[in-house]
């Protein structure tokens, strides 16, 4: 069964620091892992998506990088603002059936002043 | 453009009521997706359409019915509303199946 899975489930740190957050998925045959960012009784929102030959890509101050070898991913943000607070969720996605993702269930990461 | 539209935003049925979730897209995907979300879990695919007149199971299906009669438009019918499926529902759609998903806010459904 395909599975993703992310840690750590929830994380605090203080406005300005940097964090990293992790997604380890067993999708296979694989096609694509997408970061998405869901703020508190919002829709999730796209971050990246990483095809299997990329390794790093970023979007401002949220950089993800991919190990299909692995089978790993991370989120690194840096300099955390307060709007950083939110639930991060990883979804990986097949070639085959559909496309059909995989979610994890996300990591909430509280930035606090 | 509106993205993905959601109605209503908050619903509240008395066990065994139906009632239907609707969900709008207008950016031409094919693909389309219901998900529910549990207090603090993850998304949980329902049913997914790959286009108007396909549709299919996801993970927890039991209790839902879907039908895409257009591209724009991907409805989620509870047929018998049971308290287990008090939860958020999202409605998604992607230009096709891999590709980026495109969240509407989300529907808030509790049954009594």
């Known amino acids: 069964k395909n599975q993703v899975e992310q840690s750590p489930q929830s994380l605090i740190i203080l406005e300005g620091k940097n964090c990293t957050l992790q997604c380890n998925y067993t999708v296979s045959p694989f096609s694509n892992l997408r970061w998405y960012k869901q703020d508190t009784g919002r829709g999730p929102v796209s971050l990246t998506i990483?095809?299997?030959?990329?390794n790093t890509k970023s979007n401002g101050r949220y950089t993800a990088t991919l190990d299909a070898d692995t089978k790993q991913s991370s989120l690194h943000i840096t300099a955390s603002q307060l709007s950083d607070s939110a639930s991060y969720i990883c979804?990986?996605?097949?070639?085959?059936?559909?496309?059909?993702?995989?979610f994890g269930d996300g990591t909430t990461l509280t930035v606090k002043p | 453009n509106a993205g993905v539209t959601q109605t209503p935003k908050f619903q509240v049925l008395k066990t065994g009521q139906s009632m239907t979730l609707q969900c709008a897209q207008d950016m031409n995907h094919e693909y389309m997706s219901w998900y529910r979300q549990d207090p603090g879990m993850g998304l949980r695919l329902i049913h997914y359409s790959v286009g108007a007149g396909i549709t299919d199971q996801g993970e927890v299906p039991n209790g839902y019915n879907v039908s895409r009669s257009t591209t724009e438009d991907f409805p989620l019918r509870l047929l018998s509303a049971a308290p287990s499926q008090t939860s958020v529902y999202f409605c998604a759609s992607s230009y096709r199946g891999a590709g980026e998903l495109f969240f509407g806010e989300g529907s808030r459904l509790t049954v009594l």
């Open positions: 990483m095809t299997f030959s990329e």
């Open positions: 979804v990986v996605s097949e070639v085959s059936n559909a496309g059909k993702s995989t």
